[in-house]
């Protein structure tokens, strides 16, 4: 039966259908909210109706990464699969980054692109290159729908499901148009089934062992801890144990920066060796080593992991190993477990410490620009928040503004804060920052950026002004690639290799429908926050900032 996509969707249950319309129930019943994509003329425009029909937005990006990191944000934020559609050939290509994002910070993401109709094959290689080999490295799975399968919605769900299995990641479907629009004549019958698998008694029996022998247990949570079950169990051991924890930065408001037992941030690199050190157990929860900055693993302390599936890198062989569902794990480790020797006190020694080491103590070297410091951007957003009483999610983008920006801004519930870290790309802040805010536009969303990833994902300030999302974007405007110049040593390199003019990206804002301001002084900045926390559509606030904290900040993080 033909569908044009307005009738009522009970009606369809029983009769044929089309293969778009069957993709697009695999997807309704897998509890996908939108679609984000640059569409092109084959099956695209298909799935876009047929999703429509089925009550999912297709949200129109500017850029085919940026789709595919708002589509692995709304997963992140949801817990359920994200969506992604793109043209073949370049929209493919475009779309890589976003999908290694996906792959590399474990978002579980399908990603619809248009297919190479086989007999067009025959004739034709125009924007043709082989689109499965070239996402193969950084997809779980790879499917085509080349001639018209009565399977197509069946695959679908399969790829769905794939992509929510442990560990999470993206999947690829390839879809012709004749796939779209052949006649299916039945629709994937069911949505996905999380099993909670108990944790393997023996593997239980050892970590509860190397747990109860330790005095000084330290927890680290990870991306996957925040899975709100495996959050609230985590605390519960936390709280069982009086024991520090530490967060990843995808794990931020896990544990509370507020809270007593919070004990800072876990990177892999030196700022958080002083309280590990002490520890004689650590306790890894759902932290993925993929998270971890590539330095050997420092300390001597039995390791209990947990996660959700073993690990890909033997960054360090746990004395205990727990793997599947964290909740029940996490709930029959606290079962008896004992109180630590940590007191309150000593944690708050640490996370204060640990604290100093990041703060903005080196002062901006003789010429530099008399820009706010990067710690103060963070601060005064947060309490101009505090103020008005806003709670807008964060995301922050790559960059030596990330430092600040991850260790201050104080998250207390997990998906407070939003980062690119196992791909850790540009480009990334701006998009989360927009699916953030659709996904709960009653908090919207602060997008922190530097001025070299704003300027990768430049079109998407477009896409936030014609969405009218409650959305601030931060830039901290130091008119150079600063986390590379960091790194230039005594290297002489040619004018411009790692900086460019100033941009005025209050003047971009306003010429792309958006609210624009300009902050070069803490008092202009207050002001500015204020008038965009006031506000109901997207602003973007330009910040001069002064580099001169970096070095030290990178120098006591990662040693
Ligand atoms: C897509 C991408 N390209 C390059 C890099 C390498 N890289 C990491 S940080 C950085 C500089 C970022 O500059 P900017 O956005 O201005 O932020 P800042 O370091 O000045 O805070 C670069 C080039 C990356 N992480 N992602």
Same mark, same amino acid.
């Not at 103020?387 to 998250?411: C, E, I, L, S, Y």
């Not at 922190?448 to 901290?476: Q, R």
């Not at 300009?518 to 500015?528: C, G, K, L, S, W």
């Given at each position: 039966m033909p569908q044009d996509g307005t009738g009522p969707w009970d009606a369809m249950e029983s009769t044929a259908t089309t293969g778009a319309v069957a993709v697009a129930a695999a997807l309704a019943a897998a509890g996908v909210a939108r679609i984000f994509g640059v569409p092109g003329g084959g099956s695209s425009l298909d799935l876009i109706a047929a999703a429509a029909a089925r009550g999912i937005p297709f949200v129109l990006a500017r850029h085919e990464t940026a789709a595919v990191l708002m589509a692995a944000t709304a997963a992140e934020l949801s817990g359920r699969p994200g969506a992604a559609l793109v043209t073949r050939g370049p929209g493919l290509g475009n779309a890589a980054n976003g999908v290694a994002h996906a792959s590399l910070d474990r978002a579980p993401v399908l990603l619809l692109a248009d297919g190479f109709p086989g007999a067009e094959r025959a004739f034709a290689n125009h924007q043709w290159f082989d689109q499965a080999a070239m996402l193969a490295p950084v997809t779980k799975v790879r499917a085509q729908a080349v001639e018209p399968t009565q399977a197509v919605g069946a695959i679908a769900a399969a790829l769905l499901a794939t992509a929510m299995a442990a560990p999470r990641g993206p999947v690829l479907l390839e879809l012709t148009a004749a796939a779209s629009r052949g006649v299916v004549a039945a629709l994937p019958a069911t949505g996905l089934a999380v099993a909670g698998a108990a944790p393997d008694p023996a593997a239980l029996a050892v970590a509860r062992r190397v747990l109860r022998s330790a005095r000084r247990p330290v927890v680290v949570a990870g991306l996957e801890a925040t899975d709100s079950d495996a959050c609230a169990a985590l605390r519960r051991l936390v709280e069982a144990l009086g024991c520090p924890a530490l967060v990843t930065y995808k794990a931020k408001g896990v544990v509370p920066d507020a809270h007593p037992l919070f004990g800072g941030v876990f990177t892999g690199g030196a700022a958080e060796a002083p309280i590990l050190t002490e520890a004689d157990a650590i306790v890894l929860v759902g932290a993925d080593p993929v998270e971890f900055i590539p330095q050997p693993w420092r300390y001597a302390a039995p390791v209990i992991e947990l996660g959700t599936a073993p690990r890909m890198v033997a960054y360090r062989a746990p004395a205990a190993a727990l793997y599947g569902t964290l909740a029940p794990a996490l709930a029959a480790l606290a079962e008896g477990a004992r109180r630590s020797d940590w007191t309150a006190d000593g944690i708050a020694a640490h996370r204060?410490?640990?604290?100093? /080491?990041?703060?903005?103590?080196?002062?901006?070297?003789?010429?530099?620009? /008399?820009?706010?410091?990067?710690?103060?951007?963070? =601060?005064?957003?947060?309490?101009?928040?505090?103020?008005?009483?806003?709670?807008?999610?964060?995301?922050?983008?790559?960059?030596?503004?990330?430092?600040?920006?991850?260790?201050?801004?104080?998250?207390?519930?997990?998906?407070?804060?939003? $980062?690119?870290?196992?791909?850790?790309?540009?480009?990334?802040?701006?998009? @989360?920052? $927009?699916?953030?805010?659709?996904?709960?536009?009653?908090?919207?969303?602060?997008?922190?950026?530097?001025?070299?990833?704003?300027? !990768?994902?430049?079109?998407?300030?477009?896409?936030?002004?014609?969405?009218?999302?409650?959305?601030?974007?931060?830039?901290?405007?130091?008119?150079?690639?600063?986390? $590379?110049?960091?790194?230039?040593?005594? /290297?002489?390199?040619? =004018?411009?290799?790692?900086?460019?003019?100033?941009?005025?990206?209050?003047?971009? !804002? /306003?010429?792309?429908?958006?609210?624009?301001?300009?902050?070069?002084? =803490? @008092?202009?900045?207050? =002001?500015?926050?204020?008038?965009?926390?006031?506000?109901?559509?997207?602003?973007?606030?330009?910040?001069?900032?002064?580099?001169?904290?970096?070095? @030290?900040? $990178?120098?006591?993080?990662?040693?």
């Open positions: 204060n410490a640990w604290l100093d /080491r990041l703060a903005n103590v080196s002062p901006s070297p003789p010429g530099g620009n /008399r820009g706010l410091s990067p710690q103060a951007v963070m =601060e005064q957003a947060q309490a101009a928040c505090r103020r008005v009483g806003a709670d807008p999610r964060v995301a922050v983008d790559a960059g030596a503004h990330m430092f600040p920006a991850t260790t201050f801004w104080q998250a207390a519930r997990p998906g407070d804060l939003l $980062i690119s870290n196992g791909l850790a790309t540009m480009g990334f802040a701006l998009p @989360a920052g $927009i699916a953030a805010a659709l996904h709960d536009p009653v908090r919207g969303a602060i997008a922190f950026s530097g001025d070299g990833g704003l300027l !990768m994902a430049l079109g998407e300030l477009a896409t936030a002004t014609a969405l009218g999302v409650k959305l601030v974007v931060v830039v901290f405007n130091d008119a150079t690639l600063s986390l $590379i110049d960091i790194k230039k040593g005594g /290297r002489e390199l040619p =004018e411009g290799a790692l900086g460019w003019p100033m941009a005025e990206f209050a003047g971009v !804002m /306003r010429a792309l429908g958006g609210l624009g301001l300009t902050a070069r002084t =803490e @008092a202009q900045y207050a =002001e500015a926050l204020e008038q965009a926390l006031a506000a109901g559509g997207p602003v973007l606030i330009d910040v001069l900032v002064d580099p001169g904290s970096y070095p @030290a900040q $990178i120098a006591a993080l990662r040693g």
